[in-house]
Structures are given as C-alpha cells and as structure tokens.
C-alpha cells in the first residue's frame, strides 16, 4: 500500500514549513489566484495527467464517507486530474465512496484508473462489472492488471482464456479507454509482463530515492518504458514511509527527485486535506533537478538503499495482498 499514518503525519510536519513558500511560486506563476498543478503526457494515450495522482486506499481508510467524498472533490478542485483505486480496496468501499465522489460533474474532469485481480478472462469481466457499478461510471479510462508480484502472473494473463482477453474485449465493448499493469516486487516480472510485446498505455511501479540500489525499477524497467511510449505511473515514492524513517534526504527532495525522472504523475496516499495541500504546493513548486542534484541524491541514499531494508515491499510476502495471496494458493 501506499504511505502509512504515522508516516504521513511526520511527512505533513516536514513539509508545512514550505507551504507558504510553494504557494507563493504558485501564485507567481498564475499571474493571480492559485496556480494549477502541472500535467504530463500519459505515454502514447493523448491524454495528460496531473503529475499528482491521488491514491484510492487510503480514501477507504476514512471513517466518514462525507470527509472522503469531500477530500475526493477538493483534490480534484485543486487540479489533482489522476485517480487512482483497485477492486480490492477495502472490499469495494474505496471504489463506492470515489463513485459518490464523481457525481455532479467531477466525472468529466478527472482520469480515473482502476485495477482488477483477474488473471482469468472471466474474473477479470466480473471485476469489470463491479469495478463500473461501484464507480459508477460508463467507462474506465484506465484498466490495470493488479499486483502483478508472482512469477505465474504474467503466464497466467497471458495464456489461452487468460485476463489479457478480458482487457480486449474491454475495450472493444467501450467499458475502458487504456490498458495497464501494476506490481511492486521486482522488475524481473516487469520485464516478463512487457516481453510478451502487447501495446500496454501505461505501467505501475515503485520510484523513490532507494529503487537505483536495490532491485531498481528506474535503472531495468523505465528505460524500456520510454522507449516504447508508454505512461510510468510511480508509486511508493516515499518507499511506504521509509524515506522518512531512513532520514537521509527531506521529503521534498524525494519527490523532486522521482518527478525529475520521464513519470507522468506520482499516485500518493492522501486521507487529509492538509496532507493534500502539502503535495499539492510540492507539485505546483516542483522544478526539475539537474543530473549532479540527482546524483547527489543517490549518493546520500546508496548505504541505506543497498539491502532493501527501506523496501520491503519488493522482498515476499511484505505488502502482498490478500487476494493474490488466495489467488496463487499461500495462506
């Protein structure tokens, strides 16, 4: 998952003595009022995306559906265009409440993915159905292949009846705009998932300031990505908190960091509205760094990122979900 609460609150602290600082640009930069949010190109799709995503976990977390909705809406008020969320989510809840969320309009202002777990045809069409109900909507603008963290997953998208028919026929059927996949263990099945050569619009992974040392996504997976057009969707950005509890470089400089690599947006586990204008004033301020600030950056984190430990999720069964768990037979 994405941050965690203890973690977020120290992330909110760190970062609210730069707010008035990166309002200010903002405003500087709109000439008046507050500044929009930049957007990037997803891959190959047409479509541009906030360089802020909004995760759809934590909306699930909070108590009141009224505070989520609300939170959903302002998010996307401030120019938080790209939403995130996934089948599983708090058994369905996160969906709903964004569904809630979307009406009166913010549908049409917003690109919402979502994923599935099916690696067979016929689950993956079920999770279609629920995803579509519970999101209520007509149509997905982003489909993904969920958790892909099993060495089977990608044969089992992709062999006969598999989950990649699902996302076909999907599209064919107009209940989805663009296909993807997401997964957080080890670049290995990336690159397993983009062997079998299928035009995927957009592909899910962790980018932080520790992934070049240990089992890096940025250095065997991205490469490929750009080369191929398609949309890098980052998560982890904060590696679940432990950019924070590793305590080798500020947050700010570790998402400046991952939005000055070819990502379209950065999908963040947001569940309060300060944490909201925290990386939303990051994201209006952000300039890119230069490559001797990015090298400056690694060199700070090689000792600590060199065993994983910061990771955990890409080292099993750390972060596993429970249905994949079910899914490939592990209790």
């Known amino acids: 998952m994405e941050e965690r609460p203890s973690t977020r609150r120290g992330f909110i602290k760190k970062a609210a003595y730069g707010l008035w600082a990166c309002n200010t640009a903002g405003r500087v930069l709109a000439g008046s009022g507050q500044a929009e949010i930049p957007t990037r190109p997803l891959g190959g799709t047409g479509v541009n995306v906030s360089i802020l995503g909004l995760g759809g976990y934590h909306i699930g977390t909070i108590r009141d559906d009224n505070q989520s909705i609300r939170l959903i809406r302002k998010a996307i008020d401030r120019g938080v265009t790209f939403l995130d969320n996934a089948w599983e989510y708090h058994n ?16 049409d202002r917003a690109f919402l993915m979502t994923k599935h777990h099916g690696r067979d045809k016929k689950t993956a069409m079920e999770h279609l159905e629920d995803n579509l109900k519970r999101l209520r909507t007509d149509v997905i603008d982003l489909w993904q292949f969920r958790e892909v963290v099993y060495d089977k997953d990608p044969e089992m998208i992709f062999a006969a009846g598999g989950g990649i028919e699902a996302a076909e026929l999907a599209k064919k059927q107009g209940k989805v705009r663009f296909i993807g996949f997401t997964g957080h263990r080890d670049p290995v099945i990336h690159l397993k998932m983009l062997a079998y050569g299928y035009p995927w619009d957009a592909v899910q992974m962790p980018m932080n300031v520790f992934d070049a040392h240990f089992k890096s996504f940025q250095k065997n997976v991205l490469p ?16 679940s908190g432990y950019v924070l509890r590793a305590n080798v470089v500020a947050p700010k400089q570790a998402l400046d960091y991952v939005w000055s690599q070819p990502v379209s947006t950065i999908v963040s586990g947001i569940d ?29 984190t090689k000792e600590a990122a060199s065993t994983g430990k910061f990771e955990p999720f890409k080292t099993p069964p750390n972060f596993d979900g429970p249905v994949g768990r079910r899914l490939h037979g592990l209790s």
């Open 272 to 300: 309060t509205e300060q944490f909201l204008e925290a990386n939303a004033s990051l994201a209006q301020a952000f300039r890119p760094m230069s490559q001797t600030e990015q090298a400056r950056v690694l060199d700070k």
């Open 92 to 107: 369905g809840r996160s969906e709903e409440l964004m569904g809630r969320a979307l009406s009166g309009g913010y549908r």
């Open 224 to 239: 490929i990505l750009v080369r191929r057009n398609i949309g890098v969707i980052a998560m982890k950005t904060l590696a």
